[in-house]
Every structure is written in C-alpha cells, then in structure tokens.
Nanobody, 119 residues
Framework: QVQLVESGGGLVQAGGSLRLSCAAL????????MGWYRQAPGKQRELVAA???????NYADSVKGRFTISRDNTKNTVYLQMNSLKSEDTAVYYC?????????????WGQGTQVTVSS
C-alpha cells in the first residue's frame, strides 16, 4: 500500500511564493516519476511539473521559469517551489506517483491541496 501525503498549500497574494511537498509512504515500491497536477474549477486536470527517478524534469509552459520541481530520494519526497504566483495558478494541486510494484506499474494520487492566489 502506497500513500501520498501532501502539504504546503494555502492563500498567497499575486507575486508571492509557496512550496508544496509530497511524501510517498509505504513499502515494496520504487519510483519511476513523481509530479504535480492541478485542476481549476471547470477545467481539466493538467500536468504542472514532473521529475523522473533519474532527475529529468518536465514543466507546463505556463509555469516555466516560475516553478521548480525537486526531489529527495532518501525521503521519497517531491517538492514544488512556486514563485511569482499569478491568479491563474489558483487550483487544487495533486501529487502523482508513478511507481513500480511487484505486479507492474501503478499511478497513485494525493488528496489534493488548495492553492489560492489573490490579485
């Protein structure tokens, strides 16, 4: 059983910063990649940023240069540093884990954390 524990969301003014954290808890799994998705009201869930076990990163065009994803392999934790936040970044942010387990590969999702950027 794998559980993702997210933290770090909240309310911030435009131009401010927030840092999200997501820890993958459990056993008998290894990490292919971890990432962050977001879903704003009335919109589809979209990829924000992802990082592979080898450190390769991928960002949505809308956040490039403002957001940075990083990981701590010793803690199975991924971080999303969000700077220069804009009102359009307001959404529920979900952590995603693509993991290798005994029977194959599975995707896991966190419960979501609200990020609200006031203009």
């Amino acid at each position: 059983q794998v559980q993702l524990v997210e933290s770090g969301g909240g309310l911030v003014q435009a131009g401010g910063s927030l840092r999200l954290s997501c820890a993958a808890l459990g056993s008998r799994f290894s990490i292919n990649a971890m990432g962050w998705y977001r879903q704003a009201p009335g919109k589809q869930r979209e990829l924000v940023a992802a990082i592979t076990s080898g450190g390769i990163t991928n960002y949505a065009d809308s956040v490039k240069g403002r957001f940075t994803i990083s990981r701590d392999n010793t803690k199975n934790t991924v971080y999303l540093q969000m700077n220069s936040l804009k009102s359009e970044d307001t959404a529920v942010y979900y952590c995603n884990l693509n993991a290798r387990i005994a029977v194959g590969t599975l995707n896991y999702w966190g419960q979501g954390t609200q990020v609200t950027v006031s203009s």
